[in-house]
C-alpha cells in the first residue's frame, strides 16, 4: 500500500509559478503511475496530469495545461512533482496527488488535496 501526502498549496497571482509536492510512502514507489487531478468548487474532479513509473519517460497532460504544467518524479525521494506556470484564475481548485500500480486501472491512492488560488 501507498500513501501519499501533498505540501501545502497557495496564493499565486496570475503570471506566476507554484510548485506542489508530493510525497509517497514505501519502498517501491518507482513502480507506481503517479498523477495529479484537480477540482474546482462546484466542478467535478478532472485529470491534469500523469507520469509513468520508473524513470517516468511518459507524461500526459490536460489540454488546458499543456506547455504551463509540467509532471516529474524523483524516485530517490520518493516525490512527484507539479511545476505550475503561467497560472490562470481557472487553475484554482484543490490539487491530488494520486498513485496506481499500472496503467489502466483506477488510481488506488489519494492524498488529501491542497489548496491552489490563483487571483488576478
Known amino acids: 500500500q501507498v500513501q501519499v501526502v501533498e505540501t501545502e498549496g497557495g496564493l499565486v497571482q496570475a503570471g506566476g509559478s507554484l510548485r506542489l509536492s508530493c510525497a509517497a510512502s514505501?519502498?517501491?514507489?518507482?513502480?507506481?503511475?503517479m498523477g495529479w487531478f484537480r477540482q474546482a468548487p462546484g466542478k467535478e474532479r478532472e485529470f491534469v496530469a500523469r507520469?509513468?513509473?520508473?524513470?517516468?519517460?511518459?507524461?500526459n497532460y490536460l489540454d488546458s495545461v499543456k506547455g504551463r504544467f509540467t509532471i516529474s518524479r524523483d524516485n530517490a525521494k520518493n516525490t512527484v512533482y507539479l511545476q505550475m506556470n503561467t497560472v490562470k484564475p481557472e487553475d484554482t481548485a484543490i490539487y491530488y496527488c494520486?498513485?496506481?500500480?499500472?496503467?489502466?486501472?483506477?488510481?488506488?491512492?489519494w492524498g488529501q488535496g491542497t489548496q491552489v488560488t490563483v487571483f488576478l
Open positions: 507520469v509513468s513509473s520508473n524513470s517516468g519517460g511518459t507524461t
Open positions: 514505501g519502498r517501491t514507489f518507482s513502480n507506481y503511475y
Open positions: 494520486a498513485a496506481r500500480r499500472t496503467a489502466g486501472i483506477p488510481w488506488e491512492y
